[in-house]
């Protein structure tokens, strides 16, 4: 969860299925924290896919992601897991060795998120979408990671709860270099970082 001097480059980057083209030797340096915002269909979730090496770019390279901390479209958590055993799947080695320490401050960190007691009690499936976001977003946040890669992380969040986790979100990851692909203008507001626009 600490600042890294890292830089995301991508280059002359371009992806085509069959006939359409969805973005064209598109170039980018990012060494901050910025929002992607495109119009829906131009392949924001594309693009972040290849930057997580989950999907080959048509042509183009892209270096210096490094490891990732992810949000995905999908939430993607262990379903029989608590949202705190969710989070603490990407604790490191050293971490686990004193696990009830950070399990702790993962606790502390998702009543912070607005999740109660009860919430904290239930395996992740019978959380709510909002609920489930939030636990995504923090254990992204808590992956040892180079880059953050975000897919519409505030998703399912009323807009008290987007503004603490949006808060957390801007301490955590410092200036680590972030994408965040969101269409939640409130969500830009209240990031305030630079915004990528594309398409």
């Known amino acids: 969860m600490s600042e890294t001097n890292n830089k995301l480059e991508i280059k002359n980057l371009s992806k085509q299925f069959g006939e359409k083209i969805l973005f064209e030797n598109l170039s980018l340096t990012v060494d901050d924290p910025a929002v992607l915002w495109a119009p829906s269909g131009w392949g924001k979730t594309t693009l972040l896919r290849i930057l997580m090496g989950l999907e080959a770019p048509t042509s183009g ?36 060795k004193v696990k009830t320490q950070y399990k702790k401050q993962i606790r502390d960190d998702l009543i912070q998120l607005g999740l109660d007691d009860e919430a904290l009690a239930l395996p992740a499936r019978k959380l709510s979408g909002g609920q489930k976001r939030r636990t995504a977003l923090l254990r992204a946040l808590w992956a040892e990671s180079d880059t953050l890669l975000l897919d519409e992380p505030f998703t399912g969040m009323d807009p008290a709860v987007m503004k603490k986790a949006a808060a957390m979100l801007k301490a955590r990851c410092g200036r680590k270099p972030t994408l965040l692909a969101t269409h939640d203008k409130e969500a830009i507001r209240e990031l305030g970082w630079k915004v990528i626009e594309l398409g």
């Open 61 to 96: 390279s892209v270096e210096g992601v490094g490891r990732v901390g992810a949000v995905f479209q999908e939430d993607r958590l262990c379903p029989q897991l608590t949202a705190e055993e969710n989070v603490a799947l990407v604790l490191t080695a050293e971490q686990y």
